[in-house]
């Protein structure tokens, strides 16, 4: 055997690591849905603890699907479900494009969450919280400056006097500047990993890199820890949501413009309202005619459009 040259064999040869974008479905579920330390430290970042006893301390994933009785009504699959030792649910959602049917989906999967916890005959008071964090990759309150919205049951004029039950938090991450905020440090990082790992980084800063819970989610959306099919599924996803984002807009763009051609034409403000109702109806129902002819299973076209299967199947 030709042995190397002396030089050769103290050439160390490093190859550059990509990392996969942990905001794609793929990469979400597998970083926060199978690694309970991770999903526990994303939420106490992100959820709206005042103080160390309210926070986490072990979760157990439960099953995303939230079915309801009623057969005939659509089911949804969120991605990250579980509860902890105190029976407290948390329901995590990545969202990349922004519809005004996904809110109304937030609050149907966390009030069925609630209510499912109680046989018939069990007492009220066994009621635990529900917590619904939404990451929202689009920004859906354009004159509200804060990226952080949490949403509440509270007294209108005394608001300290809170009904304890449903906790809706949503984040804009497009809105996250971590130079301008004052949050939690934990917070300010999660955030950076969900934001500045784009499927396309090689060199990770330092600091995120320090974080033990960081660090180790880095290592789950490496590329090379998924195999050619999935490469092939992550791809996808993102046609998908370039598709969607580009119907979407254009669909919504449309309905502006006939509304207001239409509001003109009559004289009544009713004429732009119906015509921006119907050019965005319009380009969701496009969306999904989309995605259903690229393939994509009606439980994600679903998630992605907020419609019905009835209305989905016939498309």
């Known amino acids: 055997m030709e042995t190397l040259p002396i030089f050769a064999q103290n050439i160390r040869i490093i190859m550059a690591k990509r990392y996969l974008d942990p905001k794609?479905?793929?990469?979400?579920?597998?970083?926060?849905?199978?690694?309970?330390?991770?999903?526990?430290?994303?939420?106490?970042?992100?959820?709206?603890?005042q103080t160390k006893e309210e926070e986490i301390q072990s979760v157990e994933y439960l099953t995303p699907e939230m079915v309801p009785e009623n057969p005939l009504r659509k089911f949804s699959i969120v991605d990250v479900r579980c509860k902890d030792n105190r029976g407290r649910q948390f329901i995590v959602e990545m969202q990349m494009v922004w519809s005004p049917e996904f809110m109304?989906?937030?609050?149907?999967?966390?009030?069925?969450?609630?209510?499912?916890?109680?046989?018939?005959?069990?007492?009220?008071?066994?009621?635990?919280?529900?917590?619904?964090?939404?990451?929202?990759?689009?920004?859906?309150?354009?004159?509200?400056?804060?990226y952080y919205h949490y949403y509440r049951m509270v007294h209108e004029k005394h608001?300290?006097?809170?009904?304890?039950?449903?906790?809706?938090?949503?984040?804009?991450?497009?809105?996250?500047?971590?130079?301008?905020?004052?949050?939690?440090?934990?917070?300010?990082?999660?955030?950076?990993?969900?934001?500045?790992?784009?499927?396309?980084?090689?060199?990770?800063?330092?600091?995120?890199?320090?974080?033990?819970?960081?660090n180790k989610a880095m290592e789950v959306v490496e590329e090379s820890a998924y195999t050619p099919e999935q490469l092939l599924g992550y791809d996808k996803f993102w046609d998908i949501i370039r598709t969607e984002n580009t119907l979407y807009s254009s669909g919504v763009r449309q309905g502006r413009a006939e509304g207001m051609e239409r509001g003109?034409?009559?004289?009544?403000e009713e004429g732009r309202l119906e015509g921006r109702l119907e050019g965005r109806a319009e380009g969701i129902?496009?969306?999904?005619?989309?995605?259903?002819?690229?393939?994509?299973?009606?439980a994600d076209i679903q998630k992605a459009t907020g419609l019905s299967e009835e209305e989905i199947r016939d498309l």
């Open 24 to 49: 794609a479905d793929l990469t979400f579920k597998r970083v926060f849905g199978e690694h309970p330390d991770l999903v526990i430290s994303l939420l106490n970042a992100l959820l709206p603890f």
């Open 104 to 146: 109304q989906r937030v609050m149907f999967n966390s009030a069925k969450a609630y209510v499912r916890q109680l046989d018939k005959k069990e007492d009220y008071s066994l009621l635990e919280p529900v917590y619904s964090l939404n990451l929202v990759n689009d920004v859906f309150l354009k004159d509200v400056p804060e």
């Open 159 to 214: 608001t300290e006097k809170v009904i304890d039950g449903l906790h809706l938090v949503f984040v804009e991450l497009p809105k996250f500047t971590p130079h301008t905020m004052e949050e939690k440090r934990m917070q300010v990082l999660w955030l950076r990993y969900l934001t500045e790992i784009d499927g396309y980084m090689e060199t990770v800063p330092q600091e995120l890199l320090d974080i033990p819970e960081i």
């Open 264 to 268: 003109r034409k009559e004289g009544r």
């Open 285 to 298: 129902r496009q969306t999904a005619l989309n995605l259903k002819s690229m393939g994509l299973g009606i």
